[in-house]
C-alpha cells in the first residue's frame, strides 16, 4: 500500500525536479489530448514549447516572452508577500486596472504637453492607484474583520465596470469620432511606456519586474519583515508571541501587492497595450494567482513560472493558428499544466512509502 | 422619481428564477466548506455542468436527464480537486484556480457541436390553486421545478448540518481535522464527499443557467456566477439560511437596477450596475459584525502523519 | 539590428516566398475577437472565413485565431500571422484598430482589412456593415406589432453603432405609430447571455411587447417565448430557431460577400486600400425572412421598405428630423451625411432617457 510520509525538510533535489517532471507529464497527456483532437501531437507539443524560443520568428516571440511574463511577474511578487502570510488578495485583477486608470489618466492630463516628468508622475499615480484599491479590503478588514479575498474580488468587478465607464467617457478620445477607448499614449512621446531597446521586449514593466524579484528576495531572506510574513504563515501563534503586528502585516502586504498590480496596469496601458479600452485587462490579475503558486511563492520560482506561463500563452497562440486548435485545446492545456505541477508538488514535502498492512 | 412601472410581484418573481443557479453553486460550496476545504473551481464545474447537461437534456430530450448529467460531471470535475488536495495534498487556492481554468477550456471542447441548438423545453410547475393566490401566487408558486429543489435544498442542507450526526461530524472536521481524527473520523473520506457534492451542486447551478434562464450552451456562459456564489457563502457566515438571503439579495439587486433602467429613472447606468457588487461588499461588512468565523481548518492541508 | 528591420527583412523575404508561391495559394488570416462558438458576432465572421475557403478551394489556405483579446494580445496575434506569410488578415472587432495600424506599419506587403473602424494605411483598409438600415425594417415591423405601445431595446454600449440603430428604429416606429415609446437598458456587454435575459425580462415586465436587441446572444428571444405574446427579432445570425415567434425577423451580419472579393482582389493584384461600408444593397446586411406572424399587410410594406433601402431610393436619416433637444436636425428631405452618422452621439426627437457617457 502506498503511504505518505512527511519529509522533516522540503526535499532540494525534488524542489528542482517537480517542475520538469509536470512539464513532461503535460506534454504527454496534452499530447494525448491533441491526437484525440487529430492533430499532431509531436508537432503540437513543439510548436507550445519549442517555436516560441528557437523556432524561425523566435527574434520576435522571445522580447514578446518578457512582454507577457513581465506584468505576472510583477503582480505574483506581490501577491506571494500577503499568501506566505495567509492574506489573501485575490483581486490584483482590479487593482491592476485602477492602476492603469489612474497612471492613464495623469498621463492623458497632460496631453499634449511634453515633459520628462509625466512618466515618472505617471508610474507614482499607478502605483498610488493601486495601493487605494487595495487598501480597501485592508481597511474594511482590520476596521470590520471583513474577508477580504471577497472584498477585493467585488472591487474586481467594480473596476471593471468603472474602467468601461472610463473608456466610453471621461477618457474617450476627443479625435475618436465617438468610438470608446482613450488616446493612445504610444504616440505620446511624454507618457510612452517604450521599448529601453529596441527589440529586446525590455520596457519599464520588465525593468519593474526584475527589481521586484531582487526586492522581494531580499526582504523575505535579510529583513525582519520579511521573516515575520513568513513566521505569521507558518505559526500565527507564535507570531504573536515574537511581537508581530498583524494589522501592520495585512497593511503592508495587501498594500504592495496593490501598488505592484497597479505598476503592471500602468506599464501596460502606457506600452504594449497603448490605450484605456473596454476590454483593457486581460486576467493577469487571476492568472498571477497561479503562476505565485507555480513558484512556490518563492521570488526566483515565480520569475520562472511566470516566463512558464508566457510562453505557453505565446506557443498555445501559435498552435492556433498555425494548426488550426480551438482556443479551448489551449485552456485545457493550461489547466493541465497547472494540475500536474499541483500533484507533482507532493514529492518535495513527502516522501512516498510502501508499506504492507498490518497484519493483525 | 416615478417607480409605479415597475410591478413588486412580477420582480420578486424574477428575482427567484435569477437567484437560483448562484444559491444551489454556493450550498454546494457551503458544505464544502463546512468541511474545511475551500475550492476556488466553482464557475469551473458550474460551466462544465452546464454543458454536460445540455448536451444530456439535447440528446435524451430529458430535462431531467439533463440535470443528472451537470450533476454528475460537476462531480467528476471535482473529484480532480479532491485527488489533488485530498491525496496529493496540493495548495487548495491554487487547485481551486486551475480547476476553473481546466473547466472553462473543457467545457469549451465538448460544446462545440451545441451552439446555436435550443434544449427541450422544461415545465413550470403551475400549482393549480396556489398559483392564483393574488400577489403571493405567482411569486411563489408559478416557477420551475428546479426552483422549488434550490428551495428544498436549502433546508436539507440547514437541517442536515445542524440536527444530524452526519452534520456533526462534517462540522467537526471543518473545525479542527486533527482532532476529528483522533476520534477515528475519516477525515479525508469526509472531505472527499463534501467535494463531490459540491461540485454537483454546481453542475446542478450551471445546468438551470444552459437549460431554462437562458436557456442555450455559448461558451463562457456562466459569467462569473461562480464567483459570485462563492462570495455568497462567505456573505452567509457559512449558514444555509443566509445564503439563501444572500442570493435573493444579490438577484434582487440585479433585476432592481435593469427595472430601473427601463422604467426610466436617471440614474447613471455605468454606477448603477456596479451596485450589485458594492452592495455585496456592504452587506458582507454589516455582516462581519456578527462574529461567527470561518470553518477554523478552512483551506488546511491534513495530512494523519501520527 | 533593431525589430523594425528583421520585421521587414522577415516580411520582405516573406513577401519574396510567396510572389514566388502565387500560383500555389492566397494565405488568409482572421483574427476573432470570441470564441467561434458565440453563436454571434465572431461566429458570423467564421462563416464568412468558411466561404471564402469553398469559394476558392485549393487556391486558398485561412487561418485564425479566436478569443483574442484587444490591445497587445492582439498586436502579436496579427504580427504572428503575417510573419507566418499571410497575405490577407481581417481583424474583425473595432478594439483591434491601434494593433493593426501598428502591425500593417511594419509589414507594408500585407494586405489588412480592419472591421468597423476609421484609420487607414495604403496597406489597411475598412469595412463595416450600414446595420441601421436592418434597424429601420425592424423598427418599422415593431410599429407596426407593438399593442402595449410599448418597445424594448437592449442596448450594448453607448457608442455610435448603438445608437445609430436606436435612431433608425425608433424613427420608423414612430412613422408608422405616434405613440410608440422606447424603453432602453444598456447592458454594457456585447454577449452575457444571462443579462440579456434578466434585461428581456425586465423590459418585457414593463409592458414592451417587442424587444430589438443589440447583444448578440438567443436569451431575450428565449425569454420573450416564455412570455408568450412578445416578438423578438433575431440579431447577428438569424436564430432562425426561434422563428415564427417570438422572432419575426432578423438582422444577418454577412460578410462572405465582401470576404470573397476581397480575396479575389489580392489574387488578381487588384487590392486597394478602401473604406468600405455597405448596407442591404450590397447584400452585407441581410433581412432575415419574415415569419408568418407577422400580417400580409405589415410584411409587404418591410419588404417594400428594404427594397426601397436596397436600391438606394431611401435613407433611413431622411429629413424632417430634429434632436432629441428640440434642435434641427435635418431639413425636409435632407439625408445624413456618413460623417455625422459615424460619429452619431445623440438620440432623435421623442426618445426619452440619457445616452450614459
Given at each position: 500500500m502506498l503511504r505518505l510520509e512527511k519529509r522533516p525538510q522540503p526535499s532540494k533535489l525534488w524542489t528542482y525536479l517537480t517542475p520538469l517532471l509536470a512539464v513532461v507529464i503535460t506534454m504527454i497527456a496534452g499530447g494525448a489530448l491533441f491526437a484525440a483532437l487529430g492533430k499532431d501531437p509531436i508537432a503540437a507539443i513543439t510548436t507550445i514549447f519549442w517555436e516560441p524560443l528557437f523556432g524561425e520568428f523566435a527574434f520576435y516571440y522571445r522580447p514578446q516572452l518578457l512582454i507577457k511574463g513581465a506584468p505576472l511577474v510583477l503582480i505574483a511578487i506581490g501577491l506571494s508577500l500577503g499568501f506566505r502570510a495567509g492574506i489573501w488578495n485575490i483581486g490584483a485583477e482590479g487593482q491592476y486596472i485602477i492602476g492603469a486608470l489612474t497612471g492613464a489618466g495623469v498621463g492623458l492630463a497632460f496631453y499634449p504637453m511634453e515633459s520628462w516628468v509625466i512618466f515618472p508622475l505617471m508610474v507614482l499615480a499607478g502605483a498610488l492607484g493601486g495601493w487605494i484599491w487595495a487598501m480597501i479590503p485592508a481597511i474594511l478588514k482590520l476596521r470590520f474583520g471583513t474577508n477580504e479575498i471577497l472584498v477585493s474580488l467585488m472591487l474586481v468587478y467594480v473596476a471593471e465596470k468603472l474602467?468601461?465607464?472610463?473608456?466610453?467617457?471621461?477618457?474617450?478620445?476627443?479625435?475618436?469620432?465617438?468610438?470608446?477607448?482613450?488616446r493612445n499614449l504610444r504616440q505620446y512621446e511624454s507618457a510612452h511606456n517604450a521599448e529601453l531597446i529596441t527589440g529586446s521586449g525590455m520596457h519599464w514593466g520588465v525593468v519593474a519586474a526584475m527589481i521586484a524579484v531582487i526586492f522581494a528576495y531580499i526582504l523575505l531572506n535579510r529583513h525582519i519583515l520579511g521573516y515575520h510574513i513568513r513566521l505569521t504563515g507558518q505559526a500565527p501563534r507564535a507570531a504573536r508571541f515574537a511581537g508581530v503586528n498583524p494589522a501592520r502585516l495585512v497593511l503592508f502586504c495587501l498594500g504592495t501587492s496593490g501598488a505592484l498590480a497597479g505598476l503592471a496596469g500602468m506599464f501596460e496601458v502606457a506600452g504594449p497595450a497603448g490605450q484605456v479600452s473596454i476590454d483593457f485587462n486581460v486576467g493577469y490579475g487571476f492568472t498571477a494567482i497561479i503562476v505565485a503558486f507555480l513558484g512556490r511563492l518563492h521570488p526566483v520560482g515565480i520569475l520562472l513560472a511566470g516566463l512558464l506561463m508566457a510562453l505557453t500563452y505565446i506557443g498555445g497562440e501559435l498552435a492556433q493558428s498555425n494548426l488550426g486548435l480551438p482556443a479551448a485545446a489551449i485552456q485545457l492545456f493550461q489547466g493541465m499544466l497547472l494540475f500536474f505541477l499541483l500533484a507533482v508538488d507532493v514529492l518535495t514535502n513527502y516522501r512516498i512509502r510502501l508499506s504492507r498492512p498490518e497484519v493483525v | 422619481m416615478e417607480f409605479g412601472s415597475i410591478n413588486p410581484v412580477l420582480l420578486l418573481a424574477s428575482l427567484m428564477v435569477a437567484a437560483t443557479p448562484i444559491l444551489l453553486a454556493a450550498l454546494g460550496e457551503l458544505v464544502v466548506e463546512r468541511a474545511g476545504v475551500l475550492n476556488l473551481g466553482v464557475e469551473g464545474m458550474m460551466i462544465i455542468g452546464a454543458i454536460?447537461?445540455?448536451?444530456?437534456?439535447?440528446?435524451?430530450?430529458?430535462?431531467?436527464?439533463?440535470?443528472?448529467?451537470?450533476?454528475?460531471?460537476?462531480?467528476?470535475?471535482?473529484?480532480?480537486?479532491?485527488?489533488?488536495?485530498?491525496?496529493?495534498?496540493?495548495?487548495?487556492?491554487?487547485?481551486?484556480?486551475?480547476?476553473?481554468?481546466?473547466?472553462?477550456?473543457?467545457?469549451?471542447?465538448?460544446?462545440?457541436?451545441?451552439?446555436?441548438?435550443?434544449?427541450?423545453?422544461?415545465?413550470?410547475?403551475?400549482?393549480?390553486?396556489?398559483?392564483?393566490?393574488?400577489?403571493?401566487?405567482?411569486?411563489?408558486?408559478?416557477?420551475?421545478?428546479?426552483?422549488?429543489?434550490?428551495?428544498?435544498?436549502?433546508?436539507?442542507?440547514?437541517?442536515?448540518?445542524?440536527?444530524?450526526?452526519?452534520?456533526?461530524?462534517?462540522?467537526?472536521?471543518?473545525?479542527?481535522?486533527?482532532?476529528?481524527?483522533?476520534?477515528?473520523?475519516?477525515?479525508?473520506?469526509?472531505?472527499?464527499?463534501?467535494?463531490?457534492?459540491?461540485?454537483?451542486?454546481a453542475g446542478l447551478g450551471g445546468a438551470y443557467i444552459s437549460l431554462i434562464r437562458v436557456p442555450q450552451w455559448t461558451e463562457g456562459m456562466t459569467a462569473g456566477a461562480g464567483w459570485i456564489a462563492l462570495a455568497l457563502v462567505v456573505f452567509a457566515s457559512w449558514k444555509a439560511g443566509r445564503v439563501l438571503l444572500g442570493a435573493w439579495i444579490f438577484g434582487g439587486v440585479t433585476v432592481l437596477q435593469l427595472n430601473l433602467q427601463a422604467a426610466g429613472i436617471a440614474i447613471p447606468v455605468e454606477y448603477l450596475s456596479m451596485s450589485p457588487y458594492l452592495i455585496t461588499i456592504l452587506v458582507l461588512v454589516i455582516m462581519s459584525a456578527d462574529r461567527s468565523r470561518a470553518p477554523a481548518s478552512l483551506g488546511r492541508i491534513f495530512h494523519a502523519s501520527q | 539590428m533593431n525589430l523594425t528591420k528583421l520585421l521587414a527583412t522577415a516580411a520582405l523575404a516573406l513577401g519574396l516566398a510567396t510572389t514566388a508561391m502565387a500560383q500555389d495559394k492566397t494565405k488568409v488570416g482572421f483574427i476573432y475577437v470570441g470564441?467561434?462558438?458565440?453563436?454571434?458576432?465572431?461566429?458570423?465572421?467564421?462563416?464568412?472565413?468558411?466561404?471564402?475557403?469553398?469559394?476558392?478551394?485549393?487556391?486558398?489556405?485561412?487561418?485564425?485565431?479566436?478569443?483574442?483579446?484587444?490591445?497587445?494580445?492582439?498586436?502579436?496575434?496579427?504580427?504572428?500571422?503575417?510573419?507566418?506569410?499571410?497575405?490577407?488578415?481581417?481583424?474583425?472587432?473595432?478594439?483591434?484598430?491601434?494593433p493593426t495600424l501598428a502591425v500593417a506599419g511594419k509589414f507594408p506587403n500585407v494586405k489588412f482589412e480592419h472591421a468597423t473602424g476609421f484609420k487607414t494605411a495604403p496597406n489597411l483598409a475598412t469595412y463595416s456593415a450600414r446595420f441601421y438600415e436592418g434597424r429601420a425594417v425592424q423598427g418599422h415591423i415593431a410599429g407596426k406589432m407593438t399593442k402595449s405601445n410599448i418597445v424594448g431595446y437592449i442596448a450594448s454600449f453607448p457608442i455610435p453603432e448603438v445608437i445609430r440603430g436606436i435612431n433608425s428604429a425608433y424613427i420608423h416606429a414612430k412613422?408608422?405609430?405616434?405613440?410608440?415609446?422606447?424603453?432602453?437598458?444598456?447592458?454594457?456587454?456585447?454577449?452575457?447571455?444571462?443579462?440579456?435575459?434578466?434585461?428581456?425580462?425586465?423590459?418585457?415586465?414593463?409592458?414592451?411587447?417587442?424587444?430589438?436587441?443589440?447583444?448578440?446572444?438567443?436569451?431575450?428571444?428565449?425569454?420573450?417565448?416564455?412570455?408568450?405574446?412578445?416578438?423578438?427579432?433575431?440579431q447577428a445570425s438569424d436564430m432562425g430557431e426561434y422563428a415564427p415567434m417570438p422572432r419575426v425577423s432578423s438582422i444577418i451580419d454577412n460578410w462572405a460577400p465582401y470576404y470573397i472579393a476581397r480575396t479575389q482582389a489580392v489574387m488578381d493584384g487588384t487590392w486597394e486600400s478602401v473604406q468600405t461600408w455597405d448596407g442591404i444593397g450590397a447584400g452585407m446586411v441581410g433581412i432575415g425572412e419574415i415569419s408568418n406572424a407577422v400580417p400580409e399587410d405589415v410584411k409587404a410594406e418591410a419588404l417594400a421598405l428594404k427594397a426601397a433601402l436596397a436600391d438606394g431610393s431611401y435613407h433611413p436619416f431622411t429629413g424632417p428630423l430634429k434632436k432629441q433637444d428640440g434642435s434641427d436636425w435635418l431639413a425636409t428631405g435632407e439625408t445624413a451625411d456618413d460623417g455625422t452618422l459615424l460619429g452619431m452621439n445623440f438620440y432623435v426627437q421623442g426618445i426619452t432617457g440619457d445616452i450614459p457617457n
Open positions: 474602467l468601461a465607464a472610463m473608456a466610453l467617457g471621461l477618457m474617450k478620445n476627443p479625435e475618436g469620432m465617438g468610438f470608446p477607448g482613450s | 454536460c447537461g445540455f448536451a444530456v437534456a439535447v440528446n435524451t430530450g430529458s430535462p431531467v436527464l439533463g440535470f443528472v448529467a451537470a450533476a454528475g460531471g460537476g462531480a467528476l470535475l471535482s473529484l480532480l480537486f479532491a485527488l489533488l488536495t485530498q491525496f496529493a495534498l496540493a495548495n487548495q487556492v491554487a487547485s481551486g484556480l486551475a480547476l476553473t481554468l481546466f473547466g472553462l477550456g473543457l467545457s469549451a471542447l465538448l460544446g462545440q457541436g451545441y451552439v446555436g441548438i435550443k434544449p427541450p423545453p422544461i415545465g413550470k410547475l403551475d400549482i393549480p390553486l396556489l398559483s392564483d393566490i393574488p400577489y403571493l401566487g405567482p411569486v411563489l408558486f408559478a416557477h420551475d421545478v428546479m426552483v422549488y429543489v434550490g428551495l428544498g435544498l436549502v433546508v436539507a442542507v440547514w437541517a442536515v448540518l445542524k440536527y444530524t450526526r452526519l452534520g456533526l461530524v462534517l462540522r467537526a472536521v471543518g473545525e479542527n481535522h486533527d482532532a476529528a481524527h483522533a476520534l477515528g473520523y475519516k477525515v479525508v473520506r469526509i472531505r472527499v464527499l463534501a467535494i463531490l457534492f459540491g461540485g454537483a451542486c | 470564441p467561434i462558438g458565440d453563436g454571434g458576432w465572431t461566429y458570423e465572421h467564421d462563416k464568412g472565413r468558411l466561404a471564402v475557403e469553398e469559394h476558392f478551394g485549393d487556391k486558398v489556405e485561412t487561418v485564425y485565431q479566436e478569443s483574442v483579446p484587444e490591445g497587445a494580445d492582439a498586436e502579436r496575434a496579427i504580427t504572428q500571422m503575417a510573419l507566418q506569410g499571410a497575405d490577407l488578415i481581417f481583424t474583425t472587432s473595432f478594439g483591434y484598430m491601434e412613422k408608422v405609430n405616434p405613440d410608440v415609446e422606447f424603453k432602453i437598458i444598456w447592458a454594457y456587454t456585447w454577449f452575457d447571455p444571462a443579462k440579456e435575459a434578466d434585461a428581456a425580462t425586465a423590459l418585457i415586465e414593463q409592458g414592451a411587447d417587442v424587444i430589438l436587441q443589440h447583444t448578440d446572444s438567443t436569451a431575450p428571444q428565449a425569454a420573450a417565448e416564455k412570455a408568450g405574446t412578445v416578438i423578438t427579432f433575431g
